[in-house]
């Protein structure tokens, strides 16, 4: 006896080791630095099985610290109290019901002579069905802040990841880890609520029935408790199997289903449907048939939970038949029965925590993987006052080995200067954005801005000072005003007046007022215009308005460098001009850059750099491009489809005959200017 609880007490400590000690959570605290990009390797998809390396152990011994945060720990220490009075009182219900049996059979009483035991006897089955109940209401905020903290934090796990990962990542393989969350955010609950109380029942019961009855019952307690936790044990691993069969089926069922819904207008573009129901019927099929394999392995092993402890309660009766009163056999009886149907809930639960293993692992390996966005100079902002200067010098970049962006890139942008990028598609004018704005680093070389180092500063400091207006609108769900608020460096100032100045720079105001089917421009029916719904990523308006709306957001972000990306790609010809012509207005006194394929937008601005082969090949004005510059020649020529049927005298190369061109760049000087002349009276210059 003395050796089993030696046992008993080994067992709670165990126990106690991963609850009762105070662990620090298991999640990284969340830092104050700032954050910056750095360049990381391929990241595996989630289907991928080697990104769950966590081991079992340290996975349950950190959702035990998580579970038991500073937060949850009253909660925690009032519920394991009443699971202790719950456990005295279920101890001693059936000990009075057998002692009222008793005096009623042996003394032959009326029932209603015996009413306060009759009232005590009432009274503790009363509180042995409330207890439960308050204590399980104590702990759902415990679950709720559980899932709470692990959401925030995959979320901002998520934020933390590169451009790189975001990119190559599947929409459904970065929402299924928050999809998980969910899930395993509330499994704390089964082990306080069940388990728990199941252990200290039987601890308990082990004691209790060697005092009251022998020593031996005891210890047959101790042996059903040691060949139940040996068959938990045994069955652990084919509901793991099952679960982890489920978890690689989950991403590709996930995607599958998301994928029509992102998808819908090029399906039905292509007449597709068919062929994509057919895709995600099989891929459905084969998640529900893991689904159903993971759901009924574990209600399999159930039956063993509850055969068990009947069959331990069996013996138990039968071997003490014949040394039992009618008051301790119904006591006994009472006690053992509430065992067996504790037990079997505890089987449940484990069951349930042993097939969210394999999600544990997947969310806690996500998050114990380290930020891939790290500051190494929070303390060092950068210094801007003005409209600054920017220099790119011998940088060096590419997206993988095999093609190479950019080779010893070098060039200069003067402090005010209004520049565009121009090159054939491919040619990495948006990589230089994204250098800029830090969301990659380069393999060599350095960007400076006002001769810092854009490396070597705060990189919250740099996007504050960087406005970007990208080709993809990207709206979020919700009013035109909280997307284009949603631009602000404060949204807190900002109001329906402000917007409507800058709409009235830029003229959009007139397209803000027909949102709301308004003539009239002005305040009130701009306002009217604003409560507009976007719908889900802007869906709810044409593409045109979605790209107007995500001008106003980018312009105000008031800051003295602007990043234009193909920004009138989506608009007409007439708001096209309007709103270019609000851009020359409010770009002023600001360093801009420009991307466009559309050379016949910048033949005003004051400079140009041409790039091709990850080099600078030529630099100035839109007009002395023309003379200078193959390349730009060549663009320009395409885009604006020049034939020999206006000047016979004159070679110029066709848009089917570009052999020409070399005749073009040695035709005398006055020829070549005639032909300029000739592009500016047909306005294309």
């Known amino acids: 006896m003395q050796r089993m609880l030696e046992s008993a007490k080994s067992v709670g400590r165990y126990i106690g080791s991963f609850i009762w000690k105070r662990p620090t959570d298991y999640l990284p605290a969340k830092k104050e630095e700032d954050l910056i990009d750095v360049e990381t390797p391929e990241i595996p998809t989630i289907s991928d099985s080697k990104t769950i390396t966590i081991t079992t152990k340290q996975l349950m011994k950190d959702y035990l610290s998580f579970i038991y945060a500073p937060e949850n720990r009253q909660r925690i220490h009032i519920a394991m109290g009443l699971t202790s009075i719950a456990t005295t009182v279920n101890y001693f219900a059936p000990y009075l019901l057998g002692k009222l049996t008793e005096s009623l059979t042996e003394e032959k009483d009326n029932l209603g002579e015996h009413l306060g035991q009759l009232s005590a006897v009432l009274l503790l089955y009363l509180l042995a069905q409330i207890i439960p109940n308050v204590r399980d209401q104590i702990l759902i905020p415990v679950a709720s802040r559980n899932t709470e903290r692990l959401l925030t934090r995959i979320t901002e796990h998520q934020l933390n990841k590169s451009l790189d990962y975001h990119i190559k990542t599947q929409e459904g393989d970065k929402l299924y880890p928050i999809q998980k969350s969910f899930s395993v955010a509330n499994l704390g609950n089964p082990l306080l609520i069940r388990v728990a109380p199941a252990i200290l029942d039987i601890l308990i019961a082990i004691i209790a029935l060697s005092k009251q009855y022998h020593v031996g019952m005891g210890l047959g307690v101790s042996v059903l408790f040691g060949i139940y936790t040996a068959y938990c044990g045994l069955t652990t691993k084919p509901i793991i199997d099952t679960r982890e069969e489920l978890i690689k089926a989950g991403p590709k069922a996930w995607n599958a289903i998301t994928e029509p819904s992102t998808q819908y207008k090029t399906i039905h573009d292509f007449n597709k449907v068919n062929e994509t129901m057919k895709k995600v019927a099989k891929v459905v099929k084969q998640y529900a048939d893991a689904e159903i394999k993971g759901l009924v392995t574990p209600i399999k092993i159930t039956y063993g939970h509850i055969l068990i402890p009947r069959i331990g309660m069996f013996l138990a009766l039968f071997i003490l038949r014949k040394q039992l009163s009618i008051a301790e056999f119904i006591a006994l009886f009472g006690y053992l029965n509430q065992l067996c149907s504790t037990i079997p809930e505890v089987g449940k639960a484990l069951n349930d925590i042993f097939a969210s293993i394999p999600d544990l692992k997947y969310v806690f390996n996500e998050l114990s993987k380290p930020s891939e966005i790290i500051d190494n100079f929070p303390e060092n902002p950068l210094d801007i006052k003005t409209a600054p200067s920017i220099k790119i010098e011998n940088l060096d970049f590419s997206y993988s080995e095999k093609s190479k962006i950019f080779d010893q890139l070098t060039f200069t942008i003067q402090s005010g200067q209004t520049v565009a990028l121009v090159s054939e598609s491919g040619g990495g004018k948006s990589t230089i954005f994204s250098l800029l704005y830090r969301y990659y680093m380069p393999t060599n070389g350095n960007i400076y801005i006002n001769d810092q180092n854009i490396g070597q500063v705060s990189l919250t400091s740099l996007q504050k000072n960087i406005g970007l207006v990208g080709q993809s609108p990207n709206l979020f769900n919700g009013t035109i ?172 190369p066709s848009i089917k005959n570009f052999s020409v061109f070399n005749k073009f760049c040695n035709t005398p000087a006055p020829d070549k200017n005639r032909i300029i002349k000739r592009s500016v009276s047909l306005g294309h210059l």
């Not at 949102?515 to 709810?540: H, I, P, Q, R």
């Not at 600001?590 to 991307?595: D, P």
């Open 481 to 652: 005003r909280e997307n284009i608020i949603f631009g602000a460096k404060n949204s807190d100032p900002v109001n329906d007046e402000k917007i409507f100045e800058l709409a009235t720079q830029l003229n959009l105001a007139g397209f803000i007022c027909s949102l709301a089917k308004e003539k009239k421009v002005d305040l009130a029916n701009f306002s009217k215009g604003l409560d507009v719904d976007a719908g889900e990523n802007g869906t709810a308006i044409s593409g045109g308005q979605r790209q107007k709306v995500a001008i106003l957001r980018g312009f105000l972000k008031d800051t003295p460098i602007r990043l234009l990306d193909e920004v009138t790609a989506s608009l007409d010809a007439e708001s096209k001009t309007a709103v270019l012509q609000g851009i020359h207005r409010i770009t002023r006194n600001k360093t801009t850059i420009i991307i466009t394929h559309h050379l016949s937008e910048i033949t005003s601005i004051d400079n140009i750099f041409v790039l091709d082969k990850g080099k600078v090949i030529g630099e100035g004005t839109h007009m002395e491009l023309l003379k200078n510059c193959a390349l730009y020649q060549n663009l320009w020529l395409k885009q604006n489809k020049f034939e020999e049927k206006e000047d016979k005298n004159i070679p110029i």
